[in-house]
């Protein structure tokens, strides 16, 4: 039995839930990787797998195995990394999750940090904001970009590198005409009378929209939406195609800058600025990508540059 290569399975099915997307992803049959993984309780004596028709999950003894097994990828992914690279020229992956009000400003640092370094490949995912803390401490994850106040809320084991304030603002067609090719820059608003108009809005279970509805809340507004997505291309299309307004944090708002029928109007009455950060796995080493990635991260002309893209309007709104 190839240990190694068992717990790598082991991982694989712990991340899809299921045996045969687990194969696929491993480049293996089904039967090879479930003889695989029974070879692994064979090895330590004990079930690992609760198994039913289809995967029911892992036994407390499968969870302790599977953490040392998230383990042991890590440090094999670094000292692969190690004996590919020195720390002023880093080879390797690097995968970064990102909350979708984040990706962006995600996006932009992958350029930079690939145009910096070009022996690192980036990969940038789009994730919830609990895919990412389960994802960095399952070490899936290299470094998470997202909301840093739920950390202490949660009680997560991750540290964290703030970047930049989230604001946002009312997106909705112009009453006027607009002599530009560009997004209209509007005044200022209220959520009480953004409230008042027809919204296409985050579903529930995104942490963006529990912002978002606090805010309606704390205004003394109830907010019935007509449209609701998971995605903030639709909030930002259904806007340009349809008869809806949304609200979109700064970050989002380069992707309707190019419609010159809309305007975006700071929201205000509450004032709402939410931190936005790098998370990261507090007690295990870095690999020479992740050291490279937390550099940039902490670089003056980095968060300069994240500032100015989160908030287009930012010159002109809030306190």
Partial sequence: MNL????RYLVALDEHKHFGRAALACHITQPALSNALRALEQEFGTTIINRGRVYVGLTPEGERV??????M??????????LRSVASKPVGN???G?????????ARFAAMLQAKHPGIMPTVLSMTSDEIENGLEKL???LGLGYTDRLQAKTLRLRSLAQYTEHYFLVRKSAKSNLGNLLKIGSKTSWKQAGTLPLCLLTPDMHNRTIVDAAFAEAGVTVQTIIE???????AVSVVAGEVCSILPGAMLDTVRGYAELEALALEGPWVATPIG?????????SHTQQAAIELAQDEAWLKHAAQHSGLLDSQSGS
């Avoid at 599977?66 to 383990?71: G, K, V, Y």
């Avoid at 997505?229 to 909030?235: G, R």
């Fill in 73 to 82: 990828m890590h440090e094999r992914e670094l000292l692969q990394q190690d």
């Fill in 94 to 96: 690097i995968v970064i």
């Fill in 66 to 71: 599977l953490a040392t097994a998230q383990r």
């Fill in 140 to 142: 899936s994850l290299d």
């Fill in 98 to 106: 990102a909350v979708p009000t984040a990706v962006p400003i995600a």
């Fill in 278 to 286: 790098f998370m990261m796995p507090q007690s295990l080493r870095t």
């Fill in 229 to 235: 997505t998971n995605s903030l291309l639709t909030l």
């Fill in 4 to 7: 190694l290569a068992s717990l």
